[in-house]
T-cell receptor, first 109, second 116 residues
């Protein structure tokens, strides 16, 4: 069965302390892997799409990478405003999208 | 604002009542998705449309749920005879069906449903 697992479930960082979030997947024939940010009570906000192993994308303090079995979201020198839940999703060949349960990030000033 | 919009943003209802939610996608997007999200979980796929055709429904979607997308524009999601277990955030997303395999979904703000 297609599955997406994110780790850790929660992460507390000091401001400026870099770290990485992990998303592992078991989908066969991956069509795309997506990272979203979600603030409490709001819909997910699109961050990145990755389509092939070795691909990398960056936006401000965030960098997403993809291998054949997992993706990492690297956060460099985070700020308190980066606090949110980060969701990973994969698109299977049948066009369904499967989401992980997210990593709740808290950045402490 | 040219993003995905949803209405209402919040709905409180009594068990057994029917509710209907509306989603307006980004104007040029031909695909529209509905998801349900409960606290601490990721969004769970319910159904999706390409233009006005409903192409797939999750096997988790009970017969009390129905969705429409008349004329391939806005969509409605109706829940009949609501149950307390239906309490969740209902999210809508839209995308542009690509010529290649690349597709990105953009989400609306969600409708939070509370069934008493």
């Amino acid at each position: 069965e297609d599955q997406v697992t994110q780790s850790p479930e929660a992460l507390r960082l000091q401001e400026g302390e870099s770290s990485s979030l992990n998303c592992s997947y078991t989908v066969s024939g991956l069509r795309g892997l997506f990272w979203y940010r979600q603030d409490p009570g709001k819909g997910p906000e699109f961050l990145f799409t990755l389509y092939s192993a070795g691909e990398e994308k960056e936006k401000e303090r965030l960098k997403a990478t993809l291998t054949k079995k997992e993706s990492f979201l690297h956060i460099t020198a985070p700020k308190p405003e980066d606090s949110a839940t980060y969701l990973c999703a994969v698109q299977a060949p049948g066009n369904q999208f499967y989401f992980g349960t997210g990593t709740s990030l808290t950045v402490i000033p | 604002d040219t993003g995905v919009s949803q209405d209402p943003r919040h709905k409180i209802t009594k068990r057994g009542q029917n509710v209907t939610f509306r989603c307006d996608p980004i104007s040029e997007h031909n695909r529209l998705y509905w998801y349900r999200q409960t606290l601490g979980q990721g969004p769970e796929f319910l159904t999706y449309f390409q233009n006005e055709a409903q192409l797939e429904k999750s096997r988790l979607l009970s017969d009390r749920f129905s969705a429409e997308r008349p004329k391939g524009s806005f969509s409605t999601l109706e829940i009949q005879r609501t149950e307390q277990g239906d309490s969740a955030m209902y999210l809508c997303a839209s995308s542009l069906s690509p010529r290649s395999t690349q597709e990105t979904q953009y989400f609306g703000p969600g409708t939070r449903l509370l069934v008493l």
